[in-house]
């Protein structure tokens, strides 16, 4: 969620970090005290890039918000950091009621009895909070009802947990349990809320021949029928189109849903939505992006783009409408393209903290600092995984690919050895690819080294005897690529501060090679394999600026050095202007 949303779900009545600072200044608490908290709160809205005015002081959002974060990416060290989400916790307790932590309140005796029968351990720790909650309010095991379970997801919506969802889950299904393992454990009806976009409808609220039309454009985009003979104004450039993976194809699926969902959301009756040409008229055209406009408060996104791009290639390519209609449809994708060029703001806003020397140095030396650590550690599992992160973050650090690949390297089909010293090369075929461009990296010996470490000393312990991904998870084959993901930027976080995800190493790579060589845009191109250089450009046109006006000003600096040692010319009077002038 990004500090921009953060801003606007808050409502005018709705009280903002800036009335959180007026509360705690007129609190009665000690001087120190109100001191103390006014800065964390400041500290917390410089964190999200917004003045406490635009914040809306929203335990829960504020907690999602903030778990993003890295204290190195705000300029403070990880202590400061955790002071301020424990002092901000504090002053908001001020304004709302606050989740209790598991340790603030004991368990009254009835709840103490049945935890005490808990045969796990770790259902104890995922029952310790909402049990803690009942006793803090007096609620025994007769008094329990669904009712009081909402109020707890509430209550821990409003606390700064960090996965507050994912804790009320946790806890459900952790009383599920116990309900089967302690007879007297009181017996109720919880359900876990369905967290999915419930906006998108499924198909069998619109008409059958909307879905087999459906099913009849992705059957082409796949070509899945090779002497299907459709030459009804085939042109060369239908023929030539390559069939799309079968992610792309749920995708476009997906989207066609979407935007029916959409029209339906705007007024339209399900039952005019017979096929995709009702989709792609015009009008209907222009309603379904209106409603995801309105979704993102009138701004123009690259999902609204990519989705009105999918509907005019249905239109040009599958239904054939006139060219005056494709050529409107074209210009509205034009205004909503408009501002994609570059780096989204997320992502610049997390590449600005690698213009400091001592965050890159960080980064780039945290794969050996990782691995020394692996070798020093007492728990053998737990050494393994660290050595695991050193040898991920070196690859994406070496060779930027994309999350999919990475996780789904095996060592026997993606790692080659060539030459005598044994050069490692990672092998990635097209159709593995994202845009089917085979990709080639040739590691350096550091880098083959550390990797060969990890093979030889610390994957045996993570993979079963005939598992060859290079990245094996627990019931065999290769991890879960979100777990994975996360794994490895929470790693980063945890070590150097930074939020860094593995598709970001991809930028900052980018970004590092660019500042030393502004405009190199073919080597990226490249080394991150993109089909045209254009794509190269678009990304990153404009990422240089600094380092290019450093190259300027020593470029500068340089002549007017040289220019200090030639006499000017005959009877003009030149003062060296860096030296100071002397006093009589």
């Known amino acids: 969620m990004s500090s921009r949303s953060i801003a606007q779900t808050g409502s005018e009545s709705a009280p903002t970090l800036a009335d959180l600072l007026t509360t705690v200044g007129a609190s009665n608490l000690p001087e120190r005290k109100r001191q103390e908290l006014a800065s964390a709160v400041r500290t917390a809205a410089r964190a999200l890039g917004r003045s406490p005015q635009e914040i809306p002081a929203d335990g829960r959002l504020l907690g999602h918000r903030l778990q993003e974060l890295g204290p190195a990416a705000v300029g403070i060290s990880q202590g400061r950091w955790n002071n301020v989400r ?89 009383w599920r349990r116990a309900e089967v393992a302690i007879p007297e454990w009181p017996k109720i009806e919880i359900s876990i809320p369905d967290r999915r976009r419930q906006w998108v409808s499924k198909w069998d609220r619109f008409p059958a021949s909307l879905r087999l039309d459906c099913q009849k454009w992705c059957d082409r985009l796949a070509q899945r ?69 309105d979704r993102e408060g009138g701004k123009p996104t690259t999902t609204i783009a990519d989705l009105a791009s999918t509907l005019k290639a249905v239109a040009r390519h599958y239904v054939r409408v006139e060219p005056s209609c494709l050529k409107r449809m074209g210009k509205i994708i034009k205004r909503l393209a408009t501002g994609r060029r570059g780096l989204t703001a997320t992502n610049s806003a997390r590449l600005r903290p690698f213009d400091e020397q001592e965050h890159v140095a960080a980064l780039l030396t945290l794969p050996q600092e990782l691995m020394r650590r692996a070798r020093r550690h007492r728990n053998v599992q737990r050494g393994a995984v660290r050595a695991q992160m050193a040898a ?81 998870g627990i019931n065999g084959g290769p991890k879960n690529k979100s777990f994975f993901g996360e794994q490895i930027s929470r790693t980063i976080r945890v070590h150097i501060g930074l939020n860094v995800n593995p598709h970001l190493f991809r930028h900052i790579t980018a970004k590092l090679h660019l500042d030393v060589c502004p405009g190199e845009y073919e080597i990226i191109r490249r080394v991150h394999g993109h089909r045209s250089i254009d794509t190269t450009i678009d990304f990153y046109c404009g990422q240089e600026n600094k380092a290019a006006a450093r190259h300027f000003d020593k470029t500068i600096l340089n002549l007017r050095r040289k220019s200090e040692n030639i006499p000017g010319p005959k009877g003009a009077r030149r003062r060296n202007i860096n030296k100071p002038k002397q006093s009589k």
């Open 225 to 293: 029928d090779l002497l299907e003979d459709d030459d009804e104004g085939d042109d060369d450039e239908d023929r030539s189109f390559r069939p799309v993976r079968p992610a792309t194809l749920a995708h476009r699926e997906w989207q066609t849903r979407a935007f029916a969902s959409a029209l339906v959301r705007m007024g339209r009756d399900p039952a005019t939505l017979t096929s995709l040409t009702d989709l792609v008229e015009l009008n209907a055209f222009k309603l379904g992006l209106r409603f995801f406009l």
């Open 392 to 472: 991920a973050i070196e690859i994406l650090t070496m060779a930027p690919i994309r999350i999919r690949n990475l996780v789904a390297l095996d060592i026997e089909r993606n790692l080659v050895r060539s030459g005598p010293n044994g050069v490692l090369h990672i092998v990635i075929d097209g159709e593995e690819v994202k845009n089917e461009e085979p990709l080639e990296h040739p590691l350096p010996p550091e880098s083959t080294a550390l990797i060969d470490c990890y093979i030889q000393k610390f994957r045996p312990h993570l993979a079963s005897t005939n598992d060859t991904s290079l990245f094996p």
């Open 86 to 174: 424990s002092l901000l916790r504090t002053a908001l307790a001020l304004i709302q009621p606050m989740s209790p932590g598991r340790n603030q309140n004991n368990l009254v005796p009835e709840w103490a009895v049945l935890a005490s029968a808990l045969p796990s351990r770790s259902d104890k720790i995922a029952l310790s909070r909402v049990l803690r909650f009942l006793s803090a309010r007096g609620i025994g095991p007769d008094a329990v009802t669904a009712e009081t379970f909402e109020r707890y997801r509430h209550h821990l919506h409003q606390s700064l947990l960090k996965r507050p969802s994912e804790s009320f889950a946790m806890t459900v299904r952790a």
